[in-house]
């Protein structure tokens, strides 16, 4: 089995396999990332599968630049260009509104020779994977999106992406020591909120 390295220097040269494989290894964490970072307001307009197939087809045709350091520092790349999906769907949604407009799907950015990066792309988000991760983490999300937003990065940092605390501590601009406490307090602050939910007829 080739190493992440390896598989980025393959999928650069166009390795359609590495391509797929260096993706693959990510999915899982990354639908669920960008899932609970979509928050209520956005999963009622667009559904994770579309942010998810344009974060990757977006660092599909960025590999060529992409120089790898390190399985951690690919990961954060990958969670980065989500979540600035995400925040760009959210301004696209809320201008949108505050216009007076009928609110459509942003259109994709499209040319010549893509087609192939988006239909790897969307087989790497299918409805199956879509539906076993909708009930994992159907239960997180209302409680998820109740909870402050340091709390909900901090969650995602170290549940979702898999960070370790210094590294969550170096993004978050805190100390190691206040970050172990702040993930500590998050985590009991959701688990308090889907006890809550749990009880809650209307949940």
Partial sequence: MDR?????????????AAIGALLERHLPRLQAFVRLRMGPELRAFESSADLVQSACREVLQHLERYRYRGEDEFRRWLFATALRKVQNRVRYLRAERRAGRRVERPPEASA???DALAELAQTLATPSRQ????????????????????????????????????????????????????????????SKAMGEGARDPRA
Avoid: C, N, W
Wanted: proline share 4%.
């Fill in 4 to 16: 992440p390295g390896e598989l980025v220097q393959k999928a650069t040269r166009g390795d359609r």
């Fill in 112 to 114: 010549a020779g893509e």
């Fill in 131 to 190: 539906a076993m991760l909708h009930e994992q983490i159907e239960r997180l999300e209302r409680p998820f999106a109740a909870l402050p937003e340091h709390y909900r990065e901090v969650i995602t940092l170290a549940r979702v992406v898999g960070l370790s605390h210094a590294e969550i501590a170096r993004q978050m601009g805190r100390s190691e020591a206040a970050t172990r406490v702040l993930l500590f307090r998050a985590l009991a602050a959701l």
